[in-house]
Structures are given as structure tokens and as C-alpha cells.
């Protein structure tokens, strides 16, 4: 095989680039609307010979460029891609996965000739990214013919290899669909999916390289450093678990699961998801007063739990529930958390039992009106009311402790605050000792000076106090 140097052809209305090789004896050449694209597909060829590969003689091209494959759209390819990812991934990620193929492919449109609005192409990517819906649910007229178009102009997936055109999708990431800067940790998610199925292209097309990786696009960390200003003191902690048990029916059911976040640091899902058998309360000891076994006053008790019961939407799940029930964030299947409950924590649980029950299966929290899970909204909302009531108008028009999860950042940050070794809090709080300084950083620095006398205290060789 014999190859020759990309050769630029400057028209009156475009500029071409033209491959051109040689196969036994007969002439080949290819031509390109783009610089990238004719370099990158030189460069498969030059490797294809190089590794010693056959080549047809009738088109000229190696036999790992079968032809057929080489001319897959963007979007035919990003379904067969999601179909062999469907059955490992988890609803959320299944979600995830959708909506960034989805950004992908509005900005790989390659004509406005009947170009679909954004909205119809959303809706047509919201079924083609879903294999459920596929399987079960027969599409409206617009989203079949939008299907259609999108599998017939937009860029083949080999035309990914053109940095320009690569660069573009990922300058999308960054970017919500109301035109304002996304926050990192989205651009983060959208950004992987799409790399992931760039190597699933070198794969199975005549994609040669990845073309992210030599691509200079700054990115920001996924995981901020806590802005502090969310975090409650134990005052204000208080005055708003307070208020919550306020909140009628529902408000009255949350508040031991707020308490939950704030004592021992469980995330949202965890929380719904917990159990009686999860706790292991104090020691009982009998109360005259109210004739019943009660935990000790000021002892400590402990969870322990393997799961956790996210919210992800029953069109992301096989089951078609709601939620789906995983191991914990960042661990392994039948690995625990064992973080320890508080006298005040014993106390919230220990209440809400006697006044609230369990479900059958166990589960301390319910919604009111339904008797199963509690919806998000529910437990958003009764936060909200809490915090009118709790907070001073200055306090609620702020950051301060703004969603249940914040609770959480308030524990991590009292543990931390009180002396306790990060890798015990890590362990506690369910997360790597890498997130934890990354995360809480600025109420780690506030303890040099503490840290600073201890070390100051052994050097000198008198006692630590």
C-alpha cells in the first residue's frame, strides 16, 4: 500500500481535502470537508498498513474499515450504545447517560435543511435513550419521523475524530439547556458517557483515537469545597428540627429522618431506606414516670445499614418503581456504614417509633397520605416550612442549612470541629478521606491552631492535654 501526502483543493464556494493511496497497482482517493477529518482518516490507513492488515482491493480500504460501519451516524451509533450499557447501569446513571447523549446529539446536527426544534429532538432522544420505553411504548408521529432524521443528518460517528467538532460537544456540556453556565459536577456527567462511548467507537468503527484527550478544554473540580455559609450551628440545628415535628402530619413523620442527617450524617436516600433493625439503640433502662423501657440518657447507640434507595424516576428502573434499591454510594455490594447515634438521635428514633410505628417491612418512614415512601417534594417542602418558622427572615433569605441535605454538612462539620480523625469521620460519613478533605477543607483549616499546640505541647515533652 502505498500513501500520499493530504492534498488541499481551494474552490470558489468550499475547500476539499483529498485523500489519496495506492492498492495493487490502482489509485484510491477520499475527499473531506475537513482538515481533521482527512488527517484523521490518512492516519487509520498509515496504521492499517503499518500493522501489516489487508486491504480490498475494490474500495482500497483495510478490512477493519468495513464501509458499513464507517458511515453510522452519531445518533444510530449512540443508540446501539446505550443499549449495550442499559442492562449494567443504575437508573440514575441510566439518566445521566440519556441526557448527555442527548446534548451530544443536538450539537452534531449537521444541517438546518428540516432541522427538528430542540424541544422534538429532546423528545425523540427521550425514547431512542431508553430501552424500556422502546420495548414497551409505541412513539407518536413526530418522535418516529424526528428518529429518522436525526439517524440520517447528523455526523458520523468517524467524522468524531475532527477536534473542532469534538470540542463543540463538550463546550455543550457546559451549557443548560436555559442558556446559563452549568455547574461542574453536571458538566462532569455529561462529559463522561460521552468520552466512554468515543472508545466504545475506536471499538467497534474505524475511529482511530480519541480525540478528547489531546483537547485543552478546562474543567472544573466535580466536588466543591463546602461553602460554610449553608452550615448550622447546634442552635440553629436545633430550632429547626424543632419546628419540623410542626409541620403537620408530614412534618411530624420527618423529623426523626432530619435528625437522622444531622447526628449521624445519612444522605437522603439512606434515610428513607432505614430500619428498625438498622438501629442499635442504647441501653433500656425502666422510667417510673412513663412505666416503659426507655434508652439510658446520655449513651450512644449505632446504625448499621448496606443500602441505600435513591429517587431515579420509573422510567429509568426495570421493576418500574420509583425508586431503586443499591448498596451504599461508593461501595461494594454488602458493604455496611456504622456511623453512631447520639443520646439526642436515640431519643428522635426511639419517639418516632413508639408514636409512628414501623412498615411491615421494617422502615421507619412513610408518606401520610399514601402509607408508602415518602415522595421528594413532601420532604423538601416540610423543610422549607421549618425554616420559616425557625429562622429569622435575614437567616431564611440566606444559604443557611436551604435543603435537608445541608444537615448533613453540618454533622461531617461538628464531628470535624470536635477533634474527631478525619479518616473516622470519613468512615462515619460514607465517603473517601480524598472527598472529605477536598469537600470540608476551609472547617479543616480552622483547626491548625488546635493542631499547632498539640504538636508544640509533645515537642517540648510536657503531657498532652
Known sequence: ????????????????????????????????????????????????????????????????????????????????????????????S????????????????????????DEDIRMACAWAFNMLRRESEQPDAQVITTVKW?????????????????RNVLRRFGVTQEGKKAADSTVQRRRGPFVNLIEYA???????????????????????????????????????????????KSGAMLQAAYACQYYAALRTAEVIDLREANIKFPRLVFNLLTNQNEPQIGEWGSLRFQESNPAVGKQWTDGGARREKRQLKGRRIGEERNPPVAPELAWFLWCHIQQHGVLPDGRLFRGVETADDVPEGTYARAWRQARVEALSP???????????????????STWLEA???????????????????????????????????????????????
Not at 94 to 117: C, F, H, M, N, Q
Not at 158 to 163: F, W
Not at 394 to 412: I, K, M, N, Q, T
Open 150 to 166: 436525526l439517524g440520517m443528518n447528523t455526523y458520523l460517528v468517524t467524522e468524531l475524530a475532527d477536534k473542532d467538532l469534538t
Open 419 to 465: 477533634g474527631v480523625p478525619p479518616v473516622q469521620v470519613a468512615k462515619w460519613a460514607g465517603q473517601s478521606i480524598e472527598v472529605l478533605f477536598r469537600v470540608y477543607a476551609k472547617v479543616l483549616s480552622g483547626r491548625e491552631s488546635t493542631y499547632h499546640r498539640r504538636i508544640s505541647t509533645v515537642l517540648s515533652g510536657s503531657d498532652l492535654r
Open 394 to 412: 435575614e437567616e431564611c433569605d440566606s444559604v443557611l442549612a436551604g435543603r435537608p441535605y445541608d444537615l448533613r454538612h453540618a454533622c461531617v
Open 202 to 248: 475506536i471499538e467497534k468503527t474505524p475511529l482511530a483515537v480519541n480525540p478528547v484527550k489531546d483537547l485543552k478544554i478546562k474543567t472544573g473540580r466535580s466536588v466543591k469545597e463546602l461553602d460554610t455559609a449553608i452550615v448550622a450551628n447546634p442552635q440553629q440545628a436545633h430550632r429547626l428540627l424543632s419546628a419540623a415535628g410542626r409541620q403537620g
Open 94 to 117: 441510566r439518566r445521566s447517560t440519556a441526557r448527555s447523549l442527548t446534548d451530544a446529539t443536538i450539537e452534531l446536527v449537521k444541517t438546518k435543511r428540516g432541522r427538528p426544534s
Open 1 to 92: 500500500m502505498k500513501l500520499w501526502a493530504t492534498r488541499k483543493y481551494e474552490g470558489k464556494r468550499t475547500t476539499t481535502w483529498w485523500v489519496r493511496w495506492e492498492v495493487e497497482g490502482q489509485e484510491f482517493q477520499e475527499p473531506f470537508k475537513r482538515a481533521g477529518l482527512a488527517k484523521s482518516f490518512r492516519n487509520s490507513l498509515e496504521t492499517s498498513a503499518n500493522k501489516g492488515e489487508a486491504f480490498y482491493v475494490d474500495n482500497g480500504r483495510p478490512v477493519s474499515m468495513d464501509r458499513d460501519e464507517s458511515q453510522v451516524s452519531f445518533f444510530d451509533f449512540a443508540c446501539s450504545y446505550m443499549k449495550m450499557k442499559w442492562p449494567d447501569l443504575a437508573g440514575n
